[in-house]
């Protein structure tokens, strides 16, 4: 049965939808049907269809009680709105209905487990967030709530876990058709860490370790974790809250985290070897994959971040953006991350230039645009030293007279920069990522997606990648090059249909 909370959800976002044009909205990203949008949920493949989740609030641009959204896909690409399928409406979930993840059930049935939130008073007449894991089964359109919610508690935490930081489960199914669930937590000094569960039937959960501890060494808090093995490895996911900066390697605030290694099944602990950010840019956070019918692991996330999410005026009827699907690899015990294949089937007019010499600023005739792929080498005589060699080079888009958003690099330090501060925001948010990168053979690649409020980086095959948003008006569809000495490149780009 549709609550009363959830009808009017409903009503309101297919009422106020109307009035949101298709040019403005992101022409092939996932953006909320009205209101504001935030983590990826529930992430899934059901019924023949890709199915996205999101953190959502329908009758506001900025976060409030939070729903969950939900909307479908054939290709990743173009994604089709369905109803809301949660609203926060039940004594277990009152204060919102947190991220979450789904699966299918042998009965055919989609499972759907989630944090809910409930604000307990306190004596000072201040509120603190007790957070408990929930289920709803559901047809893939309509959701009924599990009668014997919540299925995990604070009785559910190890020692010294916070009941207050105890969220965004995820779930799967083992081989022998059996449960298991990787929770977010923190101890009471705030230090994150991953808890794992485990069910016969997806309702009843039992307690089976602490996957991976933080140790003080990446933030504090640890979200939105993701779990799952990954080219003879085992990739843990995460967003750690108040990072600090490692050098160019991690960034302060609310950063993402990749740990690479191997999983002790006997003693059902994670064994870690690697570590990297996810993504370098500005706008990335609470990825969450899924395991693609052909075997691809494919990861989403919410193209956006807690320290920016000020930069639209609130004005606007929507807020919010999931980042272009990715195809995940291990190479070299590293994460790689390519735009998903099913792309290269929306790529239409090509303009290509070879082996091009300049200094200064140059524009290139056909390439402008700002639903584009385009592919790009910069050649480096890493033989030149000092004046001699190339000092910077950079691309700018979403350009006009005043306003235009860039990526640049500077060999010598082998620093690619991305930069949107001059892209029309008329406030000193964060506007400026570095990362180190490193040329290879005498080359650097970088693969640029344009979408109207976007640009996601790939960089050297998919090494790093830098995303962030902007808001430029539409009309700025110039592209431009700069060198700082004598550059040499290689351009392809493609109009996005």
Same mark, same amino acid.
């Given at each position: 049965?549709?609550?009363?909370?959830?009808?009017?959800?409903?009503?309101?976002?297919?009422?106020?939808?109307?009035?949101?044009?298709?040019?403005?909205?992101?022409?092939?990203?996932?953006?909320?049907?009205?209101?504001?949008?935030?983590?990826?949920?529930?992430?899934?493949?059901?019924?023949?269809?890709?199915?996205?989740?999101?953190?959502?609030?329908?009758?506001?641009?900025v976060w409030n009680q939070m729903h969950w959204g939900h909307a479908v896909s054939r290709d990743l690409l173009h994604w089709t709105y369905l109803p809301?399928?949660?609203?926060?409406?039940?004594?277990?979930?009152?204060?919102?209905?947190?991220?979450?993840?789904?699966?299918?059930?042998?009965?055919?049935?989609?499972?759907?487990?989630?944090?809910?939130?409930?604000?307990?008073?306190?004596?000072?007449?201040? *509120?603190?967030?007790? @957070?408990? $894991?929930? !289920?709803?089964? &559901?047809?893939?359109?309509?959701?009924?709530?599990?009668?014997?919610? /919540?299925?995990?508690?604070?009785?559910?935490?190890?020692?010294?876990?916070?009941?207050?930081?105890?969220?965004?489960?995820?779930?799967?199914?083992?081989?022998?058709?059996?449960?298991?669930?990787?929770?977010?937590?923190?101890?009471?000094?705030?230090?994150?860490?991953?808890?794992?569960?485990?069910?016969?039937?997806?309702?009843?959960?039992?307690?089976?370790?602490?996957?991976?501890?933080?140790?003080?060494?990446?933030?504090?808090?640890?979200?939105?974790?993701?779990?799952?093995?990954?080219?003879?490895?085992?990739?843990l996911l995460t967003s750690p809250q108040d990072m600090m900066p490692r050098g160019f390697e991690y960034h302060n605030g609310n950063g993402t985290l990749?740990?690479?290694?191997?999983?002790?099944?006997?003693?059902?602990? *994670?064994?870690?070897? @690697?570590? $990297?950010? !996810?993504?370098? &840019?500005?706008?990335?956070?609470?990825?969450?994959?899924?395991?693609? /019918?052909?075997?691809?692991?494919?990861?989403?996330?919410?193209?956006?971040?807690?320290?920016?999410?000020?930069?639209?005026?609130?004005?606007?009827?929507?807020?919010?953006?999931?980042?272009?699907?990715?195809?995940?690899?291990?190479?070299?015990?590293?994460?790689?991350?390519?735009?998903?294949?099913?792309?290269?089937?929306?790529?239409?007019?090509?303009?290509?230039?070879?082996?091009?010499?300049?200094?200064?600023?140059?524009?290139?005739?056909?390439?402008?645009?700002?639903?584009?792929?385009?592919?790009?080498?910069?050649?480096?005589?890493?033989?030149?030293?000092?004046?001699?060699?190339?000092?910077?080079?950079?691309?700018?888009?979403?350009?006009?007279?005043?306003?235009?958003?860039?990526?640049?690099?500077?060999?010598?330090?082998?620093?690619?920069?991305?930069?949107?501060?001059?892209? &029309?925001?008329?406030?000193?948010?964060?506007?400026?990522?570095?990362?180190?990168?490193?040329?290879?053979?005498?080359?650097?690649?970088?693969?640029?997606?344009?979408?109207?409020?976007?640009?996601?980086v790939f960089v050297n095959d998919g090494e790093q990648t830098l995303t962030l948003t902007f808001y430029t008006d539409q009309s700025a569809e110039g592209?431009?090059?700069?060198?700082?000495?004598?550059?040499?490149?290689?351009?392809?780009?493609?109009?996005?249909?």
């Amino acid at each position: 049965m549709v609550s009363q909370t959830l009808r009017e959800a409903r009503k309101y976002e297919e009422t106020m939808e109307k009035c949101i044009g298709e040019a403005a909205r992101p022409a092939f990203h996932l953006c909320p049907r009205v209101g504001w949008m935030n983590d990826p949920n529930g992430f899934s493949f059901y019924k023949g269809e890709y199915h996205l989740f999101y953190q959502y609030y329908p009758y506001d641009s900025v976060w409030n009680q939070m729903h969950w959204g939900h909307a479908v896909s054939r290709d990743l690409l173009h994604w089709t709105y369905l109803p809301a399928a949660l609203a926060p409406d039940t004594a277990f979930d009152k204060d919102g209905c947190f991220s979450g993840s789904a699966v299918e059930l042998p009965d055919g049935r989609q499972l759907l487990i989630y944090t809910g939130v409930v604000k307990e008073p306190l004596v000072d007449g201040s *509120f603190r967030e007790i @957070q408990t $894991q929930c !289920i709803a089964v &559901g047809d893939g359109r309509d959701y009924e709530k599990y009668s014997g919610n /919540p299925v995990l508690d604070g009785e559910s935490l190890p020692e010294g876990g916070s009941r207050s930081d105890f969220r965004d489960p995820r779930i799967w199914m083992e081989e022998d058709g059996t449960y298991r669930c990787v929770v977010g937590n923190c101890t009471e000094n705030h230090d994150g860490r991953i808890l794992l569960y485990e069910s016969r039937d997806g309702l009843c959960w039992d307690f089976v370790s602490i996957l991976a501890e933080n140790k003080n060494r990446f933030g504090r808090m640890w979200e939105c974790p993701d779990f799952f093995e990954l080219d003879g490895k085992y990739v843990l996911l995460t967003s750690p809250q108040d990072m600090m900066p490692r050098g160019f390697e991690y960034h302060n605030g609310n950063g993402t985290l990749c740990l690479i290694g191997s999983y002790d099944r006997e003693n059902h602990v *994670f064994v870690q070897e @690697q570590d $990297q950010a !996810i993504d370098y &840019g500005i706008d990335f956070y609470a990825p969450q994959t899924v395991l693609a /019918p052909d075997g691809r692991r494919i990861m989403i996330g919410w193209m956006q971040n807690w320290d920016t999410c000020n930069l639209r005026d609130t004005k606007h009827v929507w807020f919010g953006q999931m980042s272009l699907p990715r195809e995940l690899s291990i190479k070299n015990g590293r994460l790689f991350q390519r735009p998903v294949r099913e792309l290269d089937a929306m790529r239409g007019r090509e303009v290509r230039y070879e082996n091009v010499a300049f200094e200064g600023i140059t524009r290139l005739p056909g390439v402008t645009g700002r639903r584009i792929d385009m592919e790009l080498v910069l050649h480096v005589d890493e033989s030149l030293q000092g004046e001699r060699g190339l000092q910077k080079f950079a691309v700018r888009f979403a350009q006009d007279d005043v306003c235009h958003t860039a990526v640049s690099f500077r060999p010598h330090e082998s620093l690619l920069k991305i930069d949107r501060k001059f892209s &029309g925001s008329r406030r000193a948010f964060i506007h400026q990522r570095r990362s180190l990168v490193p040329v290879r053979d005498g080359k650097l690649k970088l693969r640029m997606i344009l979408d109207r409020f976007s640009a996601e980086v790939f960089v050297n095959d998919g090494e790093q990648t830098l995303t962030l948003t902007f808001y430029t008006d539409q009309s700025a569809e110039g592209i431009s090059f700069y060198s700082d000495g004598r550059a040499v490149m290689d351009v392809v780009k493609y109009d996005l249909c």
